[in-house]
């Protein structure tokens, strides 16, 4: 078997042109599935970043508000009353998610997002690079992120003042998150007093309750008692899906991401489908001659699959270089870049490649074995 695999590297390599075009139609169809997906799931990741950093066991809402954290519908204080006395419920407060336009120190106006904490327990407080965390509590305080969309508040440091509706604010320290924003606009962390007075909202306040249960089997009790009060309870992890799902299918993202991956897919079968077929073609008489001193056909079909095999796998190994080069060279120059190579992008790249190389073979493999020696040597 050793030799039989030796053989069938020496033959596929021999034509370099073939060979390289049969990497290069793998490489260039994994390199863009793996751009696509992985673009996408740094968008999903974006999109749920106050879910992710905030980092609640469990939050409660509206029932209509399950589609991005800004789509909050607020809700009336004697909910979060309600919450508290729920058996399981160790502790809930409240949570201000919020648009703002700020004026920053050299005049000009750049839209934020202001998450207001709660003001016992500030829960979900970023972590400090910079500054107090007891400094939020002094007046106008105000935390900013450093992220990808800190630049825009024009870098500043503590002690940097701006304006909020007429309001005099302070930047009092600098944190950093795990997952900067998607929208493109900066955050600013305070307390929930003080973002439910400065930014001006309809008559209830309370975007969402963060919920501490005492035991994780306490949730779905939590969840129906809820239901009960007419509102909807869900995990971190439930709710990050719900974002993702709603981005996946009911926008244009997912669409438009799908129809790119099956394009990159249909692509690479295509190029490399043809040139394997045709380096199949052009080299009929070594499998002849293969055939005429012995070779059985289970051994001419174990060579077909070892070239699409490696063919594949090299051009998979190629493709997802390529792929992280760029991106990595991409967040480097655009540091807002949403792009995240996650293990499902890659098996996903993985599984359409084996079908690549699958279908490839399965061509030259029905052609092989109908090649009769004596059609060969006649030739």
Do not use: C
């Not at 751009?35 to 999903?44: E, N, R």
């Not at 058996?87 to 106006?109: C, E, F, I, Q, T």
């Not at 692509?267 to 059985?296: C, R, W």
């Amino acid at each position: 078997m050793k030799q039989i695999f030796t053989l069938a590297y020496k033959l596929l390599v021999s034509d370099r042109g073939k060979y390289m075009a049969l990497l290069v139609g793998t490489t260039f169809s994994v390199f863009l599935i793996v751009q696509m997906t992985s673009s996408f799931a740094g968008i999903l990741t974006k999109a749920s970043a106050t879910v992710i950093n905030v980092g609640a066991k469990v939050w409660v809402m509206d029932p209509a508000a399950t589609n991005t954290v800004f789509g909050s519908i607020p809700m009336p204080d004697y909910v979060l009353d309600a919450v508290r006395s729920i058996n399981g419920v160790k502790y809930a407060v409240p949570l201000s998610v919020n648009s703002a336009m700020l004026r920053l120190h050299d005049g000009a106006y750049q839209a934020a997002t202001v998450i207001g904490l709660d003001d016992t327990s500030l829960l979900g407080r970023p972590k400090l690079l910079q500054g107090d965390i007891d400094d939020i509590f002094a007046e106008n305080g105000f935390i900013a992120v450093k992220d990808e969309e800190f630049p825009k508040l024009g870098n500043p440091t503590v002690g940097t003042e701006f304006e909020l509706n007429d309001y005099r604010g302070k930047i009092v320290g600098i944190a950093t998150v795990p997952t900067g924003a998607l929208f493109g606009t900066p955050t600013l962390y305070t307390t929930y007093y003080r973002s439910i007075t400065y930014i001006p909202s309809m008559r209830f306040t309370i975007s969402y309750i963060l919920v501490e249960p005492k035991a994780n089997s306490d949730i779905p009790y939590i969840k129906r008692q809820v239901a009960a009060l007419g509102y909807l309870a869900m995990t971190n992890r439930e709710f990050q899906t719900g974002i993702s799902n709603y981005l996946k299918y009911r926008t244009s993202i997912g669409t438009n991401t799908l129809l790119m991956t099956v394009i990159s897919f249909l692509v690479g079968l295509s190029i490399t489908g043809q040139t394997f077929y045709t380096f199949i073609l052009e080299n009929l008489e070594h499998f002849g001659a293969l055939k005429a001193m012995g070779a059985k056909g289970r051994e001419l079909v174990y060579v077909i699959i070892f070239q699409a095999g490696f063919t594949a796998l090299v051009g998979y190994g190629l493709g997802i270089g390529l792929a992280t080069l760029l991106i990595t060279a991409a967040k480097l120059r655009l540091p807002e870049y949403a792009s995240r190579v996650t293990f499902t992008n890659l098996g996903l790249a993985f599984v359409l490649v084996v079908i690549i190389a699958s279908a490839s073979g399965y061509a030259g493999v029905r052609r092989v074995l109908k090649i009769e020696p004596f059609d060969i040597f006649r030739g």
